[in-house]
Each structure stands twice: as structure tokens, then as C-alpha cells.
């Protein structure tokens, strides 16, 4: 069934899909539309799920731990301050290996007080031990937060799926909301490894000594590089039934390329846009849209560019006193590059607190790229104007 | 593809109109993409939403600065706001009014201008206030006559999918708006 | 240094995730304690301050717990007619309700009420062996009376109720207007004490139709007569017409079905419930209708609610002034003569007494003057040994008088004058009759504990508590009242009261229908819910959830919890987060 519907309630539809069975969730711009959604279908039967209301984000992580220790498939969705409100508990989920899935409804972080998009809300959170998956369109939001709980129960590790504020929150576009006997197919109930059981009491995040701290963070990083391999097998297994894939990365026009353009979220349906515009000119250009983050896909993206004279990542978010995130993530990728293979890269930084990005924008990208004999800087601004 | 800026104020159904728009145009078999302006919204302060279609997948995703055609819910926003800006030449204005389209002669010599008093419509259909009426569906439906890109049958079923109140109300606002709005070609100048 | 991580290699099996793998029984943190925690149940304020010595919190948490048979009959255990004082009880126990600290009382009357009725269409109890042989007389059968008999009757005596009006319920009947309580109800409560099989003789005045030596057949006598002549208001004139009346004499009449002609204004003189009822009747046979009360609104006697209804009806008011003098014309009353009054200093009952205002005088239109400023008792029918004092017969608190098998109570003893006292009073005869007619017989029983039967230390007496009643297991009770103190708010939310749905005042003036309607099943459910079982267990399980040694453990039974003193190190955390004051902590011995 296809519908017009804002990005929002795109992941409102993939988590009832999803049958999820706890939800809890503290209300905040641009997220608010998943759970308010999520409330009315608690209400009125379309999800028989248990919505627990709370009084702050930190809570709502709480209630989702609880309820996913004890083994139900669990979900919440955020933004923003939000998000930060609930760091020490993100660390909780992960390291208590729960598959709780949250959508993060990317949102500039104050001051100064901004409701609109940017990446520095979930890549500060880039080391809590989530899974983070950053989406383009609606149809992939629904996709994704489908393939999210899957990938979540098969490795134990807690999912992040990303999508940009208003750019997908509030933007109506077609989605297709996949029939729920092939979601059922695709994700069965969840079976929990270990789970809170009165039957068999244990206790859950006691103490650990030094003696095992080590080996418990070394599953963890076991888990993430399972992680790279196990992301693109859900995605094929989704792809298979629905005909959509993403991969954690996607390579688009970039054969015999010259120059790459890396992107992330919205941003990269426009640069699909100049990309074509190039290519139908001539232009040996082409484009890497990163859609996993964590764990990062070092070995995808190092193949993907190698060759390539040069790359230009483009940042909406900004690691202050260091450069763009994604720029400085893909350049540590290329290290391992031959010098001869290593292409040059560019690391623009851009739609700060949900400054537009036109094709113009874009367009100056490319030509800056092209002609400059090196980057002058880390990190180049784009459109600042002091 | 085609691009298209609505104008309103806070309360008058800006967004759910280029919602119904978008899911017109989707029953049409486009590929669409409808978005309010993003901010805080208030009651009463101006609002704008956009619209895209096109046949194949829409690629651009930023605030429409070049429209192709406009629609204004609030006919005093053409003194408040430069609803023109960027307005491609030869292009549409559906204005909600009772004035004669032809009498907005600093618009015709450049925009073709359509007008409907889809206020008067609502409010004899008890959607809304006098003042304050809701004027989404009645656009819609105006919007039916005057682009041709989409007929009676989708905005009914676009109606019935997104309007959860007055159904039948709304499609006979929509109705006779499309009957009722009249248009001035570019270039026509005033008789009046 | 360590090598370069090789998973698989040491054979260590280390999960993922911090969880434990054996027991820590073997830590016996138990031995650690120096003070212990242990369940201590106490009074609720509700209780402590009922006159009928009501299990209140218990009937609510049997209520909360969806056991209504099992809340009614607590209830109807210490209250003979539930019914009724849901509709006309003065509700002390809203007084003493510790929810006011938080948002407000708990509706309990409006409980009450419905429960009442619950039980009143239920099928009527049977009557109880007549374990005793002993015959007990009970003269009146207003509340106390009927109390008694009732109470008397469930313990196993034979019963004859004696009762000078030609129907029973005594001033329930007589001086009650059907508005507050309908005589449907009235009828069916009364008809369900009887079915306990006690014999209610109307229409027979002890010495007047019946000598008091017709009584030497009873093994014992319960005295209670009420209070039937009004007062003397001193109006001069008053007896050149008959239109300056008792108050009293004029609901009896009106409540028998009388529509006396009263004129077009008729004046009230005094502030308690009769002058409310007065004035009401009389505005529902088509007066207009003014109180005088001599004091303040503040020193009124009568309850709040029935006076604000009477204002909302239309009765008006005119404090600190009291009538002097009847002016009548050919018998006809025209109008009285009063005396504006002022506060002076306070009398013997703490009021301050009103004293004539120099030059205050005025004058009144009057067609009607009922007079309502308090009854005397008429015990001229007791034998001659009963002591009176004060207007009223001298009796211990278990209503025992100075001759032996004579009991007096209800209005006839020295009590506030309600319903609840009444009731209260009888109760308690019941209590003293039934130890008076043991010792009598030979039995080796030890006198009633007062303390022990009361609720809380000034408390009426529980003859549940006597015959070891309690369906809530209430563990280790001691006779404390758990006041706001002993309560943790902050296991509380803030959940407005409901009240009583009420007749609009517009129209009812035609009517003697009953004007308060109650709540709804919804509003009487969210009441029982607010009830916060101030210092007794109501099993929150709060304890169990907070104990950190997982030393606390549900009973068996289901009736509450036991402490594993093994594991408990006397943390405290389960009676510091106990929301109600239900436990408490001891020094362990050394």
C-alpha cells in the first residue's frame, strides 16, 4: 500500500509493522509526530503495544531498557537536546547488549536554540555503541526502522535510525508501507539471549571487575564488526522481498569517476541531482552516500574511492576544534590507501542548524573541488558570511 | 518537474493543502513531494508550504525559491509578503478572493491570475469562521479547474484521506470552487 | 605486558553482558542489623473520628480490592443502617481525612451512600441463632435504639423494640424530611434490621400505653426516648396565635404527609438542622422564608452543606437578631418584633454569647414563626432511681445507668445530638448489655477493654474488634492514629474530590423528592481510589519493591508480606518509603 506521508510517520508505520511491543517516548520538535502517532495506534488498536509515558528522555531510555531486559521488541524516538538527556543511559542499552531501536529526528543542538536539521545531536553519540543509520527518503525511514529491529535482535546491539528534521520529518512524499504478513516473514518474534526472568533471577548490570571488563567491551567490538557483515545481509534479505536495498553504502555513478562527492541524509538526493546534471555534460563525477556510521564501513568506503582523484565530503555537522565528522571518519578510511590510489579530499562543512542546501551550493562544490590545487584548510565552510 | 509556493496565514489549512495537493497529484501517478515552510507556527502569522511533482523520483530536497505557479489563501499577503519572489514568468496565481482576476492588473501583465471566494464557500459550508474560515479544500478544488493537472475524483479521495472531519462539506466546497473560480490570462488587462 | 588479544585461546568464558552467574545467598547480610523493620497496622484519622466507630479505611481498601460483598458487610458490621447516614450524616470523619494535606478529604459520605444502597438490594440477612436466652427491651427506635437492637440481635438476645409513633425510626422518620431521606429508604433499612428477627411494637409509649412494671419481663432495658419537646423560644404574645409553632411539631407534621398552610412569609428562629429543615420544608409548601440565628454564620450548629443548600434554594437569612415579641390580629399572626443581638464575650461553650444591641430594634412581616433553638428530653417514664442531670439521664460510657438493668442513650444521655452519636451510643449499650447479662448469668468474663475496642485513643468502640473481625489481616494493629505525619506524600498524586450531584435548586421547591443525587459509579470508584489506607497495609508491594536484599517476600495467604530477617540488614529503606505509616523499626535486642 502506498501513501503520502511525512517522514514521521514513515518510522510510525515501520515500528507498527514491526509489531513492537513497548514503547516509551518524551515528546520534542520535529520528532514528536512518531510517537504521537505511535500513542494513537496504542489507542486504538492498530499496535497492541504498552505506550509508557514519562517525564523526560532519560526516563524514556530507562523504561526502554527495562522493558527490553525483559525481552520484548522495544522502540523510542528523540532529537536533539533530547537526545543528550539521554547519553548515560544510550551507554546503558549498549552495553547492555539490548536491541532497543530509537529513531533520532536530527536536530541542531543548542544554543542557539534551533529546531532545525543538522548531524551534531547523534554523532556526538557516535561512542556510545549504537548502530547508526542515517536516511535519504521516507520509503527508506519505513525500510530502515523495519531492518533495524531485524539487525538489532540478530547481534544485540541498539539501533539509531537517522533522519533529517523537516527535510524527512515533515516532508509528505509516497511511501510504500510494505504488507504485514512480509514484514512478519522478514522479522520474526524476537527471541532474547538473556532476558529478566522471576523463573531464573539473575542480576543485570552489577558490578565488573577488571578482570572481565575487558572481555565484556571486547564482545561489544566483536559485535560491531559482525555488524558490517551481517547490516548488508538484512538489507539483501529485505531487498529480496520488497525489491529495496541501501546498503551500508551506496556507490552512485561513480564508475571511471574523477571526483567523488561523499554525503549523508537529505543532502544526497540533491548532489544525485547536480551529479546527473554533471554527467549528462560530460563530467566524470560521481557520488558515495555513507548510510551506516557506526560501525563504520571502512573497507566499503576505502574500495569506493581509491581511484578517484578527489573527494569531497560534505559535512551538515562539525567536530569544533577538529573538522566535519564524516570528512575526518573518511579520511582516516583512506589512510590505509597507497599514496599513489589516495585521492585528495576536500572536507566541506555545511547546512549548520538547517541552512539550506541547493543545487547552487552544491554546484560551487564540485567547481571549488575541481579547480583547487589543495584544500587550504581541514575544514571548509561553506556560505559563512562574517 | 513542477514546483508550486502556497501562501496562507497560521490556522487556515496552509499545510494540509499542499498535502492534499500532493495526494492528488499522487492518484494522478506522480511522484510528489509536499513540505510546510520549517519553523514555529502561530496562529494568524503568514505560513508557506511547497509543493514538487514530476514523473520520475524527486531528487531535490530544499525550499522552492522559483516556483512555477502560486497559491495565496489570504489575499492581504499580497501587500504583506512578496508573494511573487522568484515567480517564474508566465506563471499561475490562484488567489482566494472575491475580486474579478483581471482587477489585479500590477500581476496580469506578467501571471496569468485566477481567483475564487473560497471564504465564502467555506463558510456557507460551515468549515470554519467568518473569520477565521478554512479554505484548504475549496483551493484544492479550485486548483482542479485552473491547472488541469488533476480532476474531481482524486481531490475527493485526497479529501476523504486526509480530512477527517465534514467530509461531504468539504467535497461540495471543492466542487463548487472549481465551478466558481474565474481566471485572466497573462497579459489580459483590466476592464474595470 | 599482555598480548595482543587472540579471542578463543584461554577457554574463559566471560558473557557479554554484566549479569550474575551464582547466588549470593550464602550472604547472610542479615547479621549485620542492628534495628529491624516490621509491620505495625494503625488507626486511620477517618476511623478515630468516627461517632458510629465505622471501619472506614477498611471498607474502602476491601472496596479497592473489588470486594464490595466483603466492604459492606465491614460496614454493616458497626453501622445498622449505612444507607441512611450516607445521605444524612454530618461526615466528622471527612474532618480528620489526612487527603486534605495533599489535595482534598476523600468523599466518604458519598462512599458510603452508594455502598449503603449496594447493600440495600441485596437480599436481607437471615436471622441469627438465638444463642442467648436472655430478652432485652429497647424503648425508642430511632438510631440508637435500633442500633442496639440490631447489634444485640447479631450477638444472639431477643429483642423488643418499643416505639410510641405509629411507624419506627424515631426522629429519622419524624424529624428528617423525606428531601434528605427518602422514606423508601428509610423503610428498607429499618425492615432489614427487623429481619434479624426483632419485634418492633408501634404505637406504644412506655407509661403512657405501657406501664414501666410491664417491663419487669426483660432481663434488660435499653432507655432511648430522643428529644421531643422544643424549647421555649420566649416570644412574647406567642400565645395569642397558633401560628407561632415548634419547629419540630411542624415536621412531624409535614413529614406524616401533612401540607399545612403556613402564609406567604414565615420566619425561622434558630441555626441548627431542624431550623435548616424547617426553613426548607416550609419553602417547598410555597413560603418565602427567612432564619434568624442569633449568633454568626460562623457559630451556626447546623452542617455547612445544609446550609448552603438552603441558600441556594432561596432561604434567607438574618443573623444576630432574635425575636421578641408576636403581633396578632384575630389570632392571625402579622408580624414579630426582634431584637438586634452583637457578640459579647464567650459563654460556658466556648461561643461567644450574643447580647442585645442598645437601640436595635425592628419588626418583621410574619404570617408563620417556627421555632427551632433546640429539644429537651421528657424521661418522666424512667424509674425513679435513674439519676438525671442536666435535662438528661447520668450513664457510664457503656450507657449503663444508676439502676441496675436500666441503659439510657441516644439524645437521652449527654451527647452531641446526630445521627452518628446515636447510632454510636446504641452501639455501645449493645456492648454494655451483653457483658451486663453475661456477668448476670454466671459467666467469667473479664470486663470490655475500652482502649483495645476503640478506634484510636478517643474513638468510638468497635464490636468488631470485640468479636475478632478482620477481614483485612491488619498485622500487629496498635491504637494509634497514623496522622499526615506518618504518611510519604510523595507516593501520592494530586486527584481532585467529586461531589454530590445535586438537584437544580430552580425547581425542587414543589417537591419533597430527594434533592442529592450522589455519585456515579465512575466518580465512586475514583473516591475509593483516592483513599490512601492512611497507616495500615493496603499490600502496595512499595516494601518489596524497595528492598535491596530481596528480603521481603508475599505470604502464602496472599494477606501481606513476610521479612526474611535472615537477608534484612535493617537498611530502613521499606518503612521510609512506605507510603501510609504501615510500618515501623526496633532496636534489635542485644
Known amino acids: ?288 552516500k555513507i548510510k551506516m556510521f557506526r560501525p563504520f564501513p571502512t573497507a566499503l568506503l576505502r574500495s569506493a574511492l581509491a581511484g578517484a582523484d578527489r573527494v569531497a565530503v560534505l559535512d551538515r555537522n562539525i567536530s569544533p576544534g577538529h573538522g566535519g565528522i564524516f570528512a575526518e571518519e573518511t579520511r582516516s578510511a583512506l589512510y590505509d590507501v597507497p599514496l599513489e590510489d589516495r585521492p585528495t579530499l576536500f572536507g566541506y562543512v555545511l547546512g549548520l542548524g538547517g541552512r539550506d542546501v541547493t543545487p547552487s551550493v552544491i554546484e560551487a562544490i564540485v567547481d571549488r573541488t575541481r579547480e583547487a590545487e589543495a584544500p587550504e584548510r581541514q575544514d571548509l565552510w561553506v556560505g559563512v558570511e562574517l | 518537474m513542477r514546483e508550486l509556493r502556497i501562501h496562507g496565514r497560521g490556522g487556515q489549512g496552509t499545510v494540509i493543502a499542499s498535502k492534499l495537493l500532493a495526494v492528488a497529484l499522487f492518484r494522478e501517478g506522480h511522484e510528489v513531494q509536499s513540505f510546510p515552510a520549517f519553523g514555529v507556527e502561530r496562529r494568524g502569522a503568514p505560513v508557506t508550504a511547497f509543493l514538487r511533482f514530476d514523473d520520475s523520483p524527486i531528487r531535490l530536497r530544499c525550499e522552492i525559491t522559483a516556483p512555477n505557479h502560486l497559491i495565496v489563501l489570504d489575499p492581504t499577503l499580497i501587500d504583506a509578503v512578496d508573494v511573487t519572489a522568484g515567480l517564474e514568468a508566465g506563471g499561475t496565481i490562484l488567489i482566494n478572493t472575491d475580486r474579478d482576476p483581471a482587477s489585479y492588473v500590477e500581476l496580469t501583465p506578467r501571471f496569468t491570475v485566477a481567483t475564487v471566494d473560497a471564504s465564502e464557500i467555506a463558510v456557507r459550508h460551515g468549515l470554519g469562521t467568518r473569520s477565521q474560515p478554512i479554505v484548504n479544500t475549496a483551493i484544492v478544488g479550485a486548483s482542479s479547474s485552473v491547472f488541469g493537472w488533476f480532476g474531481m475524483e482524486a481531490v475527493e479521495a485526497a479529501i476523504a484521506d486526509e480530512v477527517p472531519v465534514k467530509l461531504e462539506e468539504n467535497v461540495e466546497a471543492a466542487r463548487e470552487a472549481a465551478e466558481a473560480v474565474r481566471v485572466a490570462p497573462t497579459g489580459e488587462m483590466s476592464n474595470v | 605486558m599482555s598480548d595482543i588479544t587472540e579471542p578463543g585461546r584461554s577457554g574463559r568464558n566471560i558473557p557479554p553482558i554484566a549479569i550474575s552467574r551464582m547466588t549470593t545467598e550464602v550472604n547472610l547480610t542479615g547479621s549485620w542489623k542492628y534495628i529491624r523493620p516490621r509491620y505495625e497496622d494503625r488507626v486511620a484519622p477517618c476511623n478515630a473520628n468516627c461517632p458510629v466507630g465505622i471501619d472506614i479505611e477498611g471498607y474502602l481498601y476491601l472496596l479497592g480490592q473489588g470486594r464490595t460483598e466483603e466492604a459492606a458487610s465491614l460496614l454493616l458490621e458497626e453501622n445498622p443502617m449505612p444507607a441512611v447516614t450516607g445521605r444524612v450524616c454530618h461526615h466528622p470523619c471527612e474532618d480528620g481525612c489526612n487527603r486534605a494535606n495533599l489535595d482534598e478529604p476523600v468523599a466518604i459520605h458519598s462512599v458510603e451512600r452508594r455502598l449503603g444502597d449496594i447493600a440495600l438490594a441485596s437480599p436481607p440477612p437471615a436471622a441469627p441463632d438465638p444463642a442467648r436466652d436472655e430478652k432485652v427491651a429497647v424503648i425508642g427506635s430511632g438510631p440508637a435504639g435500633l442500633a442496639c437492637a440490631y447489634h444485640l440481635a447479631r450477638i444472639g438476645y431477643r429483642v423488643t423494640v418499643f416505639e410510641a409513633a405509629p411507624e419506627a425510626g424515631g426522629m429519622l422518620r419524624l424529624g428528617i424530611p423525606e428531601y434528605r431521606l427518602p422514606r423508601a429508604i428509610l423503610d428498607r433499612q429499618i425492615d432489614r434490621i427487623a429481619a434479624l428477627g426483632i419485634e418492633i411494637r408501634c404505637s406504644t409509649a412506655v407509661g403512657r400505653d405501657l406501664p414501666w412494671s410491664e417491663l419487669d419481663t426483660f432481663d434488660a432495658v435499653f432507655a432511648a426516648p430522643g428529644a421531643h419537646v422544643g424549647k421555649d423560644a420566649r416570644i412574647d404574645g406567642a400565645s395569642d396565635t397558633r401560628m407561632v409553632r415548634p419547629g419540630l411539631e411542624f415536621l412531624k407534621e409535614v413529614n406524616a404527609g401533612g401540607r399545612p398552610v403556613l402564609g406567604d412569609h414565615v420566619v425561622v428562629v434558630g441555626g441548627g438542622n431542624t431550623a435548616m429543615d424547617c426553613a426548607r420544608s416550609a419553602l417547598r409548601l410555597g413560603s418565602e422564608v427567612t432564619v434568624l440565628y442569633r449568633r454568626t454564620p460562623l457559630e451556626m450548629p447546623a452542617i455547612p452543606q445544609e446550609v448552603k443548600e438552603a441558600k441556594l434554594e432561596g432561604v434567607g437569612f438574618r443573623f444576630l437578631a432574635t425575636p421578641t415579641a408576636a403581633r396578632a390580629k384575630d389570632g392571625s399572626l402579622v408580624g414579630i418584633e426582634c431584637q438586634q443581638m452583637e457578640l459579647g464575650p464567650p459563654d460556658e461553650s466556648g461561643r461567644r454569647r450574643p447580647v442585645p444591641q442598645e437601640e436595635g430594634r425592628f419588626s418583621m412581616i410574619a404570617d408563620c414563626v417556627l421555632t427551632a433553638i433546640g429539644e429537651d428530653c421528657d424521661l418522666e417514664f424512667l424509674p425513679e432511681g435513674v439519676e438525671i442531670s442536666g435535662g438528661v439521664a447520668a450513664v457510664d460510657e457503656l450507657c449503663e445507668s444508676t439502676t441496675a438493668r436500666v441503659f439510657v442513650g441516644g439524645d437521652a444521655a449527654d451527647l452531641p445530638r446526630s445521627v452518628a452519636d446515636a447510632l454510636g451510643s446504641g452501639k455501645r449499650a449493645a456492648i454494655g448489655i451483653d457483658h451486663w447479662l453475661r456477668e448476670r448469668s454466671g459467666e467469667e468474663v473479664a470486663p470490655p477493654d475500652l482502649a483495645a475496642l476503640r478506634f484510636g485513643p478517643g474513638g468510638n468502640l468497635s464490636i468488631a474488634r470485640e468479636r475478632g473481625i478482620d477481614p483485612l489481616h491488619r498485622a500487629s494493629p496498635v491504637n494509634e492514629v497514623a496522622g499526615w505525619d506518618a504518611m510519604n506524600p510523595a507516593h501520592f498524586e494530586q486527584a481532585p474530590r467529586h461531589e454530590d450531584h445535586f438537584h437544580a435548586a430552580g425547581d425542587l421547591t414543589a417537591t419533597f423528592g430527594e434533592v442529592n443525587f450522589g455519585l456515579s459509579e465512575r466518580e465512586f470508584r475514583d473516591e475509593v481510589d483516592r483513599c490512601m489506607n492512611c497507616g495500615v497495609c493496603n499490600r502496595c508491594e512499595l516494601c518489596l519493591i524497595f528492598c535491596p536484599d530481596m528480603a521481603i517476600h508475599r505470604r502464602d495467604d496472599g494477606e501481606g508480606f513476610e521479612i526474611d530477617l535472615r537477608y534484612c540488614k535493617g537498611c530502613g529503606l521499606c518503612a521510609a518509603e512506605c507510603p501510609r505509616g504501615a510500618m515501623a523499626m526496633s532496636r534489635e535486642e542485644s
Not at chain 1, 571487575?209 to 559485535?223: F, G, H, I, S, T
Open chain 1, 1 to 288: 500500500m502506498k501513501k503520502v506521508m511525512i517522514g514521521n510517520h514513515a518510522v510510525s508505520w515501520g515500528v507498527q509493522r514491526s509489531r513492537v511491543e513497548v514503547i516509551s517516548a518524551y515528546p520534542i520538535t520535529p520528532q514528536t509526530q512518531i510517537v504521537e502517532e505511535l500513542s494513537d495506534m496504542c489507542a486504538d488498536g492498530r499496535l497492541p503495544a504498552r505506550y509508557i509515558k514519562v517525564e523526560s528522555e532519560h526516563s524514556a531510555m530507562a523504561a526502554c531498557i527495562g522493558a527490553s531486559a525483559a525481552g520484548v521488541r522495544t522502540f523510542t524516538a528523540t532529537s536533539a537536546q533530547g537526545l543528550a538527556l539521554m547519553h548515560e543511559l544510550l551507554h546503558w542499552a549498549a552495553g547492555g547488549r539490548l536491541p532497543i531501536v530509537m529513531a533520532d529526528v536530527n536536530r541542531a543542538m543548542a544554543p542557539g536554540w534551533n529546531i532545525w536539521t543538522d548531524q551534531n545531536d547523534s554523532l556526538s553519540q557516535r561512542d556510545t555503541g549504537w548502530i547508526q543509520l542515517y536516511c535519504e527518503t521516507n520509503q527508506e525511514v519505513f525500510d530502515t526502522t523495519v531492518q533495524a529491529f531485524r539487525l538489532a535482535e540478530q547481534i544485540n546491539l541498539p539501533v539509531m535510525i537517522i533522519l533529517d528534521a523537516f527535510f524527512l520529518s515533515h516532508t509528505s512524499e509516497p511511501v510504500d508501507l510494505t504488507d504485514q504478513e512480509i514484514v512478519d516473514e522478514f522479522l520474526p518474534q524476537r527471541v532474547a539471549q538473556y532476558k529478566l526472568d522471576p523463573s531464573d533471577p539473575h542480576a543485570f548490570g552489577a558490578l565488573v571487575r577488571p578482570d572481565a571488563y575487558m572481555e565484556m567491551r571486547w564482545q561489544q567490538q566483536e559485535a560491531m564488526r559482525d555488524t558490517l557483515r551481517v547490516m548488508p545481509e538484512v538489507d539483501e534479505a529485505w531487498g529480496a522481498l520488497t525489491g529495496r536495498r541501501y546498503g551500508a553504502i551506496e556507490e552512485y555513478r561513480t564508475e571511471d569517476a574523477e571526483l567523488l562527492l561523499v554525503t549523508s541524509g537529505t543532502i544526497t538526493s540533491t548532489a544525485r541531482h547536480v551529479v546527473d546534471a554533471r554527467r549528462s555534460s560530460g563530467e566524470k563525477i560521481g557520488l558515495v
